[in-house]
């Protein structure tokens, strides 16, 4: 029998779908073309290459809304201090960096992403083009937003709205990587940078991606400079529509709450982040899931989280949202695994594209070991549960990306993990020695 290259079949597994019944079944995923054409059982095996998948689970990859990837060699460098604290030494190492250390640091961030199951990241940096190679090399389907904000209040060289436009124009027709504008928060940026940051994500029908009411203290000193609050701010300028999502949206306004759902503003809710960074409040994410935005998670960065594991962001976003609402179900299991899985994927606008098993969607998954400690019992009716409250990266087994094996037995399948590890360690060396 002739095989064709691009199609193979996995058989026998436990489809977590993430479709719209929100399906387990045990069956089969055929792929051709690095797309999804078979989810169910019995799938045609004709021409495609077998790989049985006795004894593990199928997971739609993770998409991971809000990271700054880059910054993986910065883990540590900013632990027990407040936000405004952890920005000064941020911004201090931000200014001596270079686009050779940024790609070191983005390689090992989308590496432990990779092998913990994400497969999609939205991020925001300088330097974009630098963490494209490193996602293009590794394989991750990565949205690459370059930080804008007012050209007095950078470390950039040059203009960053003018260097955003470059990145997008070099990056706009890859077919992992989009490019797009981050505008960084209202801290930094005036009108006239929110008004042409969104300008620009029109002129390329790209999106635009930014920092929300993340303190209490940065929503203070908003309305103390400007009588308002910075949702209703947005608003207000014309800046807030389609195509964006605000990461944080920590310390909202009921009004705050309705104006971003009205917008239908995506939504990244980055739990440990705001606990590491003592931002006090907790996202309202039910409230605004009823007002219309559409909710996914964020690791945020290493310095900021220590971590860009999802398996581990879903359980902290699960707690959090417990613990502080006092209300045991406030959100499900399965709510919290759609965040990070098919919400995630609407709240960029391409869940028609990725974020559940389903025909036609493209092929980004990965392979979960059911025989693993945290996946016992290996039952149907449990396993969310396990993936959000107690699966272990280890128990990662495999990750596809447009058909491709990117991760094989927890190895990174296109690259050296030493490789990227020796990089990463020589480019940190320089920024903490400092």
């Not at 993430?18 to 095996?45: F, T």
């Not at 690459?144 to 050209?151: I, Q």
């Not at 890859?174 to 940026?189: F, N, R, S």
């Not at 919400?343 to 693993?372: P, Q, T």
């Amino acid at each position: 029998m002739k095989f064709n290259n691009d199609a193979f079949v996995i058989k026998d597994a436990l489809l977590v779908t993430q479709n719209a019944r929100r399906q387990i079944i045990k069956g089969d995923v055929r792929v051709e073309a690095g797309r999804i054409v078979h989810v169910g059982p019995n799938a045609n095996k004709k021409g495609a290459n077998v790989i049985y998948g006795t004894g593990y689970a199928i997971i739609p990859g993770f998409v991971n809304l809000h990271t700054h990837v880059a910054m993986s060699l910065l883990r540590g460098i900013a632990d027990d201090v407040n936000l405004s604290e952890f920005l000064k030494i941020l911004f201090a190492v931000d200014s001596r960096r270079k686009a050779s250390d940024v790609e070191a640091g983005a390689a090992a961030g989308i590496a432990e992403m990779l092998l913990s199951g994400t497969t999609a990241f939205l991020d925001m940096y300088y330097h974009e083009d630098s963490v494209a190679k490193a996602a293009k090399e590794l394989g991750s389907r990565g949205f690459l937003g370059w930080a804008v904000l007012d050209p007095d209040m950078t470390t950039q060289k040059g203009v960053p709205l003018k260097n955003a436009e470059k990145f997008i124009k070099q990056w706009r027709n890859d077919e992992l990587v989009t490019p797009l504008v981050a505008p960084q928060g209202v801290y930094v940026c005036s009108k006239d940078t929110w008004l042409d940051a969104k300008d620009l994500a029109s002129k390329y029908k790209t999106y635009c991606h930014f920092h929300l009411s993340e303190t209490e203290g940065e929503v203070r000193e908003h309305i103390r400079k400007t009588g308002s609050r910075p949702a209703e701010w947005l608003d207000a300028i014309g800046f807030l529509g389609p195509r964006m999502v605000a990461a944080h949206a920590v310390w909202l306004s009921k009004k705050e709450i309705s104006i971003l759902g009205s917008r239908k503003i995506g939504i990244a809710h980055c739990a440990t982040s705001n606990m590491k960074l003592a931002s006090g409040g907790v996202c309202p994410v039910s409230q605004l899931m009823a007002s219309g935005s559409n909710i996914g998670l964020g690791t945020d960065s290493v310095a900021s989280n220590n971590s860009l594991s999802m398996l581990r962001e879903m359980h902290m976003a699960s707690l959090l949202q417990k613990h502080s609402s006092r209300n045991a179900s406030i959100l499900t299991a399965q709510q919290i695994l759609d965040f990070a899985t098919i919400g995630g994927a609407r709240a960029l606008g391409i869940d028609d594209e990725i974020g559940s098993l389903e025909k036609g969607k493209k092929a980004d998954f990965s392979l979960v070991r059911l025989d693993h400690h945290s996946m016992m019992p290996a039952r149907p009716s449990s396993i969310v549960s396990h993936i959000v409250n107690s699966a272990s990266e280890e128990a990662i087994d495999s990750v596809y990306v447009n058909g491709r094996k990117v991760v094989d037995n927890r190895k990174l399948a296109s690259a050296s993990w030493n490789e990227i590890r020796k990089k990463a360690q020589i480019a940190s060396e320089r920024l903490w020695d400092r």
